[in-house]
């Protein structure tokens, strides 16, 4: 293996520091900041509801200021149970406190549910006055996102009740599947060198691992659990599913995608065609799986997505976090010293949690709180598939960081087409260095080009083929009840369509659905990481293009937010048009581009 230079020696402690939130559950500071929200939020109702027609516009901004400050504060005390329970979700203590914190919470959002539904309530006039004024010019998206929900608002009375109803319904539901997932055992899979393996990170790890015996066990002994609970986790889906559908009618949503296309601020046009383009070129992801099956000598299976691409015994050293971390801040330094100082405060100040542990929640998590920082968690395993995660949850941090230096509370999020553009940009940087680096060693470059290539393939064909599931399943719910085994099958038959008889598609793979967190918690977001992936790779195209000069848009993009139109957002500042369906071609041939390197080491 090619040594990596690095020029930082960091002190990476692998878990978080929470201190800067709150030093404990017993933290007198938690309590106080509690009671202070609520009285700020008491005095907020008592001095403006029933008023907010007769605010001038700099008064109203006063307003927005008082809402923002309420809800920056709302975050930080929701941030720190969840980041305990995200630790550690057998955490019985944060698990009831964060249960706590979400009633008190959604008392107080309740409380001020009166200044939108006000402010929807304005006429014409009186609404295209506040968007003119000057003192309200940051806050123009804001109320333009008002202004597209008006038509689906609801009383006061019943918005409050629906969010009353949804600690003990929807939401509870929610957090009832992560629990349970999160507090399974599995059943141990032992490696040809004695290693014993039971954690579902550690399982997952196993999936890359070179012999496909292992791979098989690994992998059926994390889906043998979603077989176990398949009913439970189906009547869970459909509850949820049928709780939208009740929300579309009340609401006058014509369907559940309808509601976060509008919340997204994505054209159905562009999500047909996102499903369109990626299920036109199927035969990328059966052709990049076709050469797989060749060199590793067996047909692939769905266990074997992840196997090592290589006929040869070498096996890569593992990489350890300090490594891990020096390699990824080297990669940002030769991008922009500036960005790479940034992601540095990551580790230097502990805001990523990397250890792996029994009961952490699963996968990569992000938590932007503003006024903080984002705090990042997934589970190191010291492999490349690792290092690349690390790169993509500070591609995150980075996002949140750029955008909280410029922007207030209310554009502090980013639309949904831009969410993962750092992300994914960031393991594109890592994998131009890392080449760069392996040289001539053949072995690796395979590594680094099937370590990308596979995560390419999952987000433009295996998260829109999840969408194309909960298409399927929106619109069961609106004809009436479904159950396990109906998501069981339409599962399988859209795989099976994407793997086109090139890969195996195991029995077990019917249960894989209930490990899909997306599906249960925010439906028709895993089009968004397709999407999103889509705009990274024409950035990074015109990156590839323009070089250096690249880069000030690019940071001026990230900071921008979610105070402009993303369409506006991305012409503006670097120069792509995501109404030109032509990009979702061109990231395609990126991906193409791709397994033609690979070939050229075969």
């Excluded at 605010?55 to 008082?66: D, H, I, M, N, V």
Aim: net charge negative; proline share 3%; glycine share 4%.
């Amino acid at each position: 293996m090619t040594q990596l230079s690095v020029r930082t020696r960091l002190d990476v402690p692998q878990e978080w520091n929470l201190s800067d939130l709150y030093r404990g559950f017993d933290d007198p500071q938690l309590k106080q900041d509690l009671q202070a929200l609520q009285q700020k939020t008491a005095e907020f109702r008592q001095n403006y509801r029933g008023k907010v027609s007769q605010l001038a516009p700099e008064a109203f901004a006063r307003c927005l200021q008082q809402l923002e400050a309420i809800s920056t504060k709302a975050d930080h005390l929701l941030a720190f149970p969840s980041l305990v329970f995200c630790k550690d979700s057998r955490n019985s203590e944060a698990k009831q406190f964060l249960n706590d914190m979400k009633v008190a919470l959604t008392r107080i959002d309740n409380q001020l549910l009166f200044f939108e539904l006000e402010l929807q309530n304005l006429g014409s006039v009186e609404f295209d006055k506040l968007l003119a004024s000057p003192s309200l010019s940051k806050y123009n998206r804001y109320l333009n996102r008002i202004a597209q929900s008006r038509p689906h608002m609801l009383s006061e009375e019943v918005e409050q009740t629906r969010k009353r109803d949804n600690l003990t319904g929807r939401q509870a539901l929610i957090q009832l599947h992560s629990v349970h997932l999160c507090e399974q055992d599995y059943e141990p899979v032992k490696t040809s060198d004695g290693k014993i393996v039971k954690t579902e990170a550690e399982l997952e790890a196993l999936l890359y691992h070179p012999e496909a015996d292992v791979r098989y066990d690994a992998y059926r002994s994390v889906r043998q659990v979603m077989q176990q609970h398949n009913t439970l986790y189906g009547f869970i889906l459909n509850t949820i599913a049928q709780d939208h559908h009740f929300e579309n009618q009340m609401r006058g949503y014509p369907s559940t995608l309808q509601k976060y296309l509008v919340v997204d601020e994505v054209s159905e046009g562009l999500f047909r065609a996102i499903m369109q383009g990626t299920s036109d070129r199927f035969g990328l992801f059966q052709r990049y799986y076709q050469l797989k099956g060749e060199a590793i000598g067996q047909n692939v299976r769905t266990c074997d997505l992840y196997a090592p691409w290589t006929t040869s015994n070498e096996r890569l050293p593992s990489i350890d976090y300090r490594t891990a971390v020096e390699t990824l801040l080297e990669t940002l330094r030769q991008f922009d010293v500036f960005y790479a100082n940034r992601a540095e405060e990551f580790f230097a100040h502990g805001w990523v949690d990397a250890k792996v542990r029994a009961g952490k929640r699963r996968g990569e998590c992000e938590f932007p709180t503003y006024g903080k920082h984002n705090y990042l968690s997934l589970s190191y395993t010291e492999d490349y598939k690792s290092m690349f995660a690390l790169a993509h949850g500070v591609g995150h941090g980075l996002h949140f960081a750029l955008t909280s230096d410029r922007q207030t509370y209310f554009n502090s999020k980013p639309p949904a087409m831009l969410a993962e553009v750092a992300s994914s940009f960031n393991e594109l940087l890592l994998l131009d260095y890392l080449l760069k680096k392996a040289g001539d060693d053949k072995h690796l470059r395979q590594v680094l080009l099937t370590q990308q290539l596979e995560q390419q393939l999952n987000r433009l064909f295996c998260q829109s083929t999840i969408s194309r599931l909960e298409l399927a399943i929106h619109e069961r719910a609106s004809q009436g009840s479904f159950d396990h085994n109906f998501v069981n099958e339409q599962w399988m038959e859209f795989y099976r369509e994407l793997c086109g008889g090139v890969v195996e598609v195991l029995p077990e793979h019917q249960y894989d659905w209930a490990r899909i967190n997306s599906i249960f918690c925010k439906p028709f977001s895993s089009y968004q990481h397709t999407a999103s992936n889509i705009v990274s790779l024409a950035c990074y195209q015109k990156y590839q293009q323009t070089g250096k000069d690249f880069i000030r848009g690019y940071l001026d993009l990230l900071s921008s937010g979610g105070s402009l139109d993303q369409v506006d957002a991305l012409s503006q500042y670097v120069g792509v048009d995501i109404d030109d369906y032509s990009i979702i071609h061109s990231a395609l041939d990126y991906v193409e581009g791709l397994i033609e390197q690979l070939q050229k080491t075969l």
